[in-house]
C-alpha cells in the first residue's frame, strides 16, 4: 500500500482542507503516516499570511524530498496559489495544486512520475462555486470545525488572503446540515462554524444566511453548542445579536477582529469600520448577553503607525477589556497595497509594541477569568492535560480552558466543573 503525509500551516479552514484530502487519499487506497515517517508521497497545505508561512512551506517541501528522494510532492493552500511560479522552481516540487480543484488531487498525483512538474493552479478570481470538500471518517469526539464558507471580497490592505482564496462563495445548507449530522451520529458536542470570511456567508445565495445555518443546526439531536470562528464587527447588527441570543447552543463567545483601535490606522488597513461601531457592538453585545466572552485580533506596527496612533489603540483596548488578544506584528505580503505603503516601522518598535499589549491581554484575560473562581461551568472535555496525574482538559462556553482531575470516560463529555482556581492561562477545577 502506497504512503502519504501531510503537513499543513496556518488556520482552521488549512486544517479542515487537510482532513478532507486525508478522506480522498483513503478512498484511494493509500495509508496516511506522520509526517516525518517515509511516504511515497508528501501533501504539504500552505499558508502565506505571513513570511514565516511561506518559509516554513519551503523547508518542508527540502525536508521530504531529502527524507525519501523517490517521493513525489504536492503543494496546495494559499502559497501555492499566490506564488506558483515561486513553488514551482523549489527543487523536489512535483505539483502545485492551490486553493482550488484538490478533489483532484489523488488523480493529479497518480498521473505524475518523480521527475515530472505540473502547475495546476487556475485563476481564483473565476471561480463561483463552493468546492464540497466535506468529511465522511470522522476522527475524535470532542469540537468539530465544519467549514461553511470560502473566500473574501473585504481586501484590507495588508492581506493577502482575497488574492489567495479568490470571491466569496458559501457552502449549500443542505450539506452543511448532511455534515453536522455525521458529525452528530459519531458523538461531536460542539460545531466550530468556519470559514474565511465567515460574516459573508450568504451573500452570494438567494435564500439562505447565516443565522439560517446556525438555527438548522440548533435542531440536529446531539449537537450542544455552536461556535462561530472570527467574525467582522460589521455582522453584528442589532437584529443578529437579538436571533444568537435566542438560540440556546450558541456559545457565548465571539472572536470579534479589531486589528487596531485607532481609527486612522483602521483607514489606511481599509477596514469596514470605526471603533464608535465598535464600542457600540460591545456594549450592545454585554446588554443582551451578559457575561459573553470577546475575544479579538491585535495588529501592531501596521505602515505610518505613529506613537499617538499606538496610545490610542492601547486605550481602546484597555478600555473593551477583551478576555483574550491575539496579538501580531505587521508583516508586509508581497502583492499587497500595505506592503507598499511609506513610514514602515521598524521591527524593534513593532516588539515594544507587541509586547505592550500582549502584556495588557494576559492582565485582561486573567481578570476576567478570577470571576469565575468558585462558580460551576459547563466543561466539554478534549484530551489529557497531564496523563500521569490523569489530569484532563477542556473548554467551557465562554472560551476559558480549564483542567480537573478525571479520567478518559470524560472525555467528549460536557461536565458540570465548579472552577477553583487559576494556573497560568489554565483553570483548575473539580468536577462534579
Not at 494576559?362 to 470571576?371: G, I
Amino acid at each position: 500500500m502506497k504512503k502519504v503525509a501531510f503537513y499543513t500551516l496556518g488556520c482552521k479552514v488549512n486544517q479542515y482542507d487537510t482532513e478532507a484530502m486525508v478522506e480522498i487519499f483513503e478512498k484511494g487506497g493509500y495509508d496516511v503516516v506522520n509526517s516525518d515517517e517515509i511516504a511515497d508521497v508528501y501533501v504539504i497545505n500552505t499558508c502565506t499570511v505571513t513570511n514565516l508561512g511561506d518559509r516554513k512551506s519551503r523547508q518542508f517541501i527540502r525536508r521530504s524530498k531529502k527524507r525519501n528522494p523517490d517521493s513525489i510532492i504536492a503543494v496546495v493552500g494559499c502559497y501555492a496559489q499566490t506564488a506558483s511560479e515561486e513553488v514551482m522552481d523549489i527543487e523536489g516540487v512535483n505539483l502545485v495544486l492551490g486553493t482550488n480543484e484538490r478533489t483532484r488531487i489523488v488523480e493529479l498525483v497518480e498521473s505524475l512520475n518523480m521527475n515530472e512538474k505540473i502547475n495546476y493552479v487556475n485563476n481564483i478570481m473565476e471561480v463561483k462555486e463552493f468546492e464540497e470538500l466535506s468529511i465522511e471518517k470522522i476522527k475524535g469526539k470532542t469540537r468539530a470545525f465544519l467549514k461553511i464558507q470560502e473566500g473574501c471580497n473585504q481586501y484590507c490592505s495588508y492581506c493577502i488572503i482575497p488574492y489567495a482564496r479568490g470571491p466569496i462563495r458559501s457552502r449549500h445548507l443542505e450539506n452543511i446540515i448532511a455534515e453536522v449530522k455525521r458529525l452528530s451520529k459519531n458523538g461531536f458536542k460542539e460545531i466550530v462554524l468556519t470559514g474565511i470570511h465567515i460574516a459573508s456567508y450568504g451573500k452570494d445565495l438567494k435564500d439562505t444566511t447565516l443565522i439560517d445555518v446556525i438555527k438548522s443546526v440548533q435542531e440536529i439531536g446531539g449537537i450542544e453548542r455552536i461556535r462561530l470562528s472570527s467574525v467582522e464587527p460589521t455582522l453584528l447588527t442589532e437584529e443578529f445579536i437579538k436571533e444568537v441570543k435566542a438560540i440556546p447552543k450558541f456559545c457565548h463567545h465571539l472572536h470579534i477582529s479589531l486589528q487596531s483601535g485607532s481609527d486612522e490606522t483602521l483607514k489606511r488597513m481599509n477596514r469596514r469600520y470605526d471603533t464608535k461601531e465598535y464600542r457600540r457592538i460591545v456594549k450592545n453585545l454585554r446588554r443582551e448577553i451578559p457575561g459573553i466572552a470577546i475575544t479579538t485580533d491585535i495588529i501592531v506596527g501596521f505602515p505610518g503607525e505613529t506613537e499617538e496612533e499606538f496610545e490610542t489603540t492601547y486605550n481602546f483596548v484597555k478600555e473593551m477589556n477583551f478576555s483574550q488578544i491575539h496579538v501580531f506584528k505587521y508583516s508586509p505580503r508581497k502583492g499587497t497595497p500595505a506592503a507598499e505603503y511609506k513610514n514602515q516601522v521598524a521591527g524593534d518598535i513593532k516588539n515594544l509594541r507587541s509586547d505592550r499589549i500582549i502584556k495588557l491581554g494576559n492582565e485582561m484575560m486573567s481578570s476576567y477569568m478570577k470571576e469565575f473562581i468558585n462558580k460551576e461551568l459547563k466543561v466539554l472535555f478534549e484530551a489529557h492535560y497531564d496523563r500521569n496525574n490523569n489530569i484532563i482538559e477542556g473548554l467551557t462556553e465562554n472560551y476559558i480552558r480549564v483542567a480537573a482531575p478525571g479520567n478518559e470516560n470524560y472525555i467528549g463529555k460536557i461536565v458540570r466543573t465548579n472552577i477553583t482556581g487559576i494556573k497560568n492561562d489554565i483553570m483548575s477545577g473539580e468536577i462534579l
